[in-house]
């Protein structure tokens, strides 16, 4: 059998690699290491020693996950990619609220970049009001993620009483009117 | 309720469902574990985790609602900026949705174009363009574009597949630098300067006054001078009717050493039609066009700048990708004296069968040879298989078409010993020796040609 039997459909489709554009392949990498980082902050501690057992499932779920999200990035599966993040966070005894703020924006910024990148075709160019679009809608996200863990922050410091449920069914009430549907006619 | 971006309410009927994307259901799912999972425990780091994903999926929610998308998006909209260009002429498709929509137009490229971006694929806010770049004359289909629309975080999205357009791509204009005489003229008023006396504008000769002759033409200076009447003789002025044959029956591409922009012998047999065409229009003749191939269809005879018109919209609308099996035509007969522009790769049986036809009923037949020159080209032939893009070819193409050629020449050598000039159309003076030599020979004695 001639090597390029064997060759010639892989060197094809490393070619088809060079249609992907530049932003694709940023949003994917960013996206990932975004993930990564998240991960990594997750597992390594001062009491990890090695690689146990925990650790290595953790990183070879999140691993599939990442690698469904490169193909597909709108698939369910790469839910897990982010599951593990969250499992290595709650089994974590020395959980301060600044790692786990920082890790939930690092994992907010790997899913927002996927978000975007599903949305786009893979040899596509995207033009620059539409990146100031994307960006623009980040940034307040951002914002609001920022505020919200401030406050959640705060409040965690705070004895609850009955006066909270007051204000827990005010927050309620607001977020109700800001996500349901309205009925046609009606602003 | 939907806006549409000129401010008008958008009609029901005209928008489409999003739905939502993986991402949104990855949000609440790992926003929700992360909340959970921290009041089951009491541990309240752990909703810091989630809180992100959670502001994201409620702030995707919340501006779907804010913009009454909950019901649907506008159904995006595909426009050309023009319906007809000329080769090498450029037009843009643009698809538009609603402001503050990330819009993604993709579109496959048609045959003889270019697209910019290059895969023909991009993404913009509420509006995004696309660029057609047309190399080649006919009718381009434009699309069908698939449009993908989603909010600026991508947590919802729809796709739509909008129908394909047509784009008319009318032949290159050459002007031919060549005589407008014709070796025959027919008619009797026209551009064309006659040898019959007759009335007309040109003067021939003053000679003597015959009974007949108007009076306005008398030369009241010569009859004063010799005593006797004198008029001024005129010669008639005419035009003629010009018929083209178009061979559209092969489209042979030129040989792949050739450059890219080089012309298949369609696309030259079709610029050689409109330069043609256009040089005897503008000189008031009369021009039809006879398609052995049906790919334009016949061109009745006309002139002026409508009849161009005609015959480039015909061009314009031809589809020269269609792959349909068209029924060749046979022209049964011609006026004699009608000078007649043969354009053909002389390929096939037919087409030369036509040439013969024409020249037995008396017609000024003129043969422009459109196989590309890159074709049969013995010069790359070394003996040995030609290298195309790095690799040596396994077919014998070249020297296929090598023989090919040399085998036509029999074809064109007959024609030419059968008085048929057979001249290579090199573009704007191809045709201008043959038409002064055409001329020179209506003076010549004839003989009918079976």
């Known amino acids: 059998m001639r090597a390029g039997v064997l060759i010639d459909p892989i060197a094809d489709r490393l070619l088809e690699l060079r249609r992907i554009a530049p932003v694709q392949w940023g949003l994917r990498g960013g996206g990932t290491l975004a993930v990564a980082g998240a991960l990594a902050l997750a597992l390594i501690s001062p009491s990890t020693s090695g690689a146990s057992v925990g650790i290595v499932l953790a990183v070879l779920v999140s691993a599939i996950g990442l690698v469904a999200l490169w193909f597909d990035p709108d698939t369910d599966l790469g839910v897990l990619a982010l599951l593990p993040v969250v499992a290595a966070l709650f089994l974590r005894g020395d959980l301060t609220m600044a790692l786990a703020g920082a890790t939930g924006l690092l994992l907010l910024l790997g899913h927002a970049a996927f978000a975007i990148a599903a949305v786009m075709p893979v040899h596509g160019t995207l033009e620059r009001a539409a990146l100031r679009l994307a960006v623009r809608a980040l940034a307040g996200v951002a914002v609001l993620a920022v505020v919200a863990g401030l406050l959640t922050v705060l409040l965690a410091r705070i004895q609850l009483g009955p006066w909270m449920i007051v204000l827990g069914a005010v927050a309620a009430v607001a977020l109700w009117i800001a996500v349901v549907p309205r009925a046609p006619g009606r602003r | ?234 010669f008639t002025e005419q035009d003629t009717e010009v018929l083209i044959v178009t061979d559209t029956t092969s489209d042979v591409s030129p040989a792949p050493w050739a450059s890219t922009e080089a012309p298949t012998s369609l696309d030259m047999t079709i610029r050689a039609t409109t330069a043609v065409a256009r040089h005897y229009l503008g000189a008031g003749d009369r021009v039809a066009v006879f398609d052995i191939g049906h790919l334009i269809g016949q061109v009745p005879a006309g002139s002026g700048p409508r009849q161009l018109r005609v015959l480039t919209d015909a061009l314009a609308r031809a589809s020269r990708d269609d792959g349909t099996l068209r029924p060749l035509h046979r022209m049964r007969s011609v006026r004699p004296g009608t000078l007649t522009v043969v354009c053909s790769p002389l390929l096939r049986p037919e087409p030369i069968a036509q040439i013969g036809m024409l020249v037995s009923h008396g017609a000024d037949v003129l043969v422009v040879d459109t196989l590309p020159a890159s074709i049969g080209d013995t010069s790359v032939l070394r003996g040995r298989p030609l290298k195309l893009e790095g690799r040596a070819s396994e077919r014998f193409w070249p020297e296929a078409w090598a023989l090919r050629r040399m085998q036509r020449e029999t074809t064109v050598r007959e024609l030419r010993e059968a008085g048929v000039p057979v001249t290579a159309w090199e573009g704007a003076s191809s045709l201008a020796p043959v038409l002064l030599s055409l001329s020179a020979a209506r003076s010549a004695p004839r003989r009918r040609r079976a």
């Open chain 2, 1 to 234: 309720m939907n806006t549409r971006p000129d401010g008008e309410a958008a009609d029901p009927a005209r928008t489409v469902r999003s739905r939502p994307t993986g991402a949104l259901v990855r949000a609440a799912a790992v926003g929700v574990s992360a909340l959970v999972l921290a009041v089951l425990v009491g541990k309240p780091p752990l909703i810091l985790v989630g809180l992100p994903l959670l502001v994201w999926a409620v702030a995707a929610l919340a501006r779907r609602t804010a913009r009454g998308e909950e019901r649907g998006v506008p159904l995006p909209r595909l426009r050309l900026n023009r319906q007809q260009l000329e080769e090498d002429g450029a037009a843009s498709a643009t698809v538009t949705t609603a402001p503050g929509l990330l819009t993604t137009a993709s579109l496959p490229m048609p045959p003889h174009a270019d697209l910019a971006p290059r895969y023909g694929s991009r993404t913009g806010d509420g509006t995004t363009r696309l660029r057609i770049g047309a190399r080649r004359w006919g009718r381009i289909e434009v699309g069908p574009a698939h449009v993908l629309t989603a909010d600026a975080l991508g947590a919802y999205r729809t796709e739509v597949t909008l129908p394909a357009t047509s784009l008319q791509v009318m032949p290159a204009s050459v002007v031919l630098d060549a005589p407008v005489d014709v070796p025959s003229p027919i008619g009797v008023s026209g551009a064309h300067l006659s040898r019959r006396r007759g009335d007309g504008t040109a003067l021939a000769e003053v000679r003597a006054f015959r009974p007949g002759d108007r009076l306005h033409r008398i030369n009241w200076r010569v009859t004063s001078r010799t005593g006797t009447l004198h008029t001024n003789a005129t």
